[in-house]
């Protein structure tokens, strides 16, 4: 079945960077769609970047110049790169692959959501 991990989290002062992984495990025949998302506490999750695969990306405004958004077809595995880090960028932050794998039920496509990791950054 297939699942998803996420790393690359951590503590950063503010000005630093982080590079965010979500690895896909199982029979993964294409990535169509990327996406990353954060919720900081107390407020609704919002999405950060997407990008349909073939196509440009897209960027919320608040992040759009610092934050890159790429993917790794070979390793299964998406990223998004984050720079200029505020201390308002603190967040949970989940990625959420639209994926055409191959499951007992056969060949089917499905959303799936990694199991977050955790960015806080010190002012």
């Known amino acids: 079945q297939v699942q998803l991990v996420e790393s690359g989290g951590g503590l950063v002062q503010a000005g630093g960077s982080l590079r965010l992984s979500c690895t896909a495990s199982g029979i993964i025949l294409h990535i169509n769609k990327v996406k990353w998302y954060r919720q900081a506490p107390g407020k609704q999750r919002e999405l950060v970047a997407e990008?349909?695969?073939?196509?440009?990306?897209n960027y919320a405004e608040h992040v759009k110049g610092r934050f890159i958004i790429s993917q790794d077809n070979a390793k299964k595995t998406v990223y998004l790169q984050m720079n200029s880090l505020k201390p308002e960028d603190t967040a949970v932050y989940y990625c959420?692959?639209?994926?055409?794998?191959?499951?007992?039920?056969?060949?089917?496509?499905?959303?799936?959501w990694g199991q977050g990791t955790q960015v806080t950054v010190s002012s």
């Open positions: 959420n692959l639209d994926l055409t794998a191959a499951q007992d039920v056969g060949v089917s496509r499905n959303e799936h």
């Open positions: 990008m349909t695969t073939g196509s440009s990306p």
